[in-house]
C-alpha cells in the first residue's frame, strides 16, 4: 500500500502564500502523475493542478500564474505553492499520486487525507 501524507495547510489572510507538501511512504516501486485537487463545500472535487513524471505540469485556469506544483522524486512528495490566495481557493486541498507497489506491480490512484486551506480576512 501507498500512504500520503499532507502538511502545510492553514488560515492566510487574502494575498498571502501558503505552500503545501505531500509525501507518499509504503512499498513503492514506481510513482508517476502526482496531482493536487481541491473541494470547497457544496462543490464538486476539483483538478488544480498535475505534474507528470517527465515533469510536465498542467494548472486549473483559475491558478495560472498563481500556483507551482513540484516533486522531489528522491523523497516521494509533491508541493503545491500557492501565490496570491484569493477566498475563493479556500477549501480542502487533497493530493493524489499514481503509484505501482512491489506487490501489485500495476498502477493505481492513492489519494491523501486532504488538508484545510481558508483565506480570510
Known amino acids: 500500500q501507498v500512504h500520503l501524507v499532507e502538511s502545510g495547510g492553514g488560515l492566510v489572510q487574502p494575498g498571502g502564500s501558503l505552500r503545501l507538501s505531500c509525501a507518499a511512504s509504503g512499498s513503492i516501486f514506481r510513482l508517476n502523475t502526482m496531482a493536487w485537487y481541491r473541494q470547497a463545500p457544496g462543490k464538486e472535487r476539483e483538478l488544480v493542478a498535475a505534474?507528470?513524471?517527465?515533469?510536465?505540469?498542467n494548472y486549473a485556469d483559475s491558478v495560472k500564474g498563481r500556483f507551482t506544483i513540484s516533486r522531489d522524486n528522491a523523497k516521494n512528495t509533491v508541493y503545491l505553492q500557492m501565490n496570491s490566495l484569493k477566498p475563493e481557493d479556500t477549501a480542502v486541498y487533497y493530493c493524489?499520486?499514481?503509484?505501482?507497489?512491489?506487490?501489485?506491480?500495476?498502477?493505481?490512484?492513492?489519494w491523501g487525507q486532504g488538508t484545510q486551506v481558508t483565506v480570510s480576512s
Open positions: 493524489k499520486m499514481r503509484g505501482m507497489t512491489f506487490v501489485s506491480r500495476r498502477y493505481d490512484d492513492y
Open positions: 505534474i507528470a513524471s517527465d515533469g510536465s505540469t
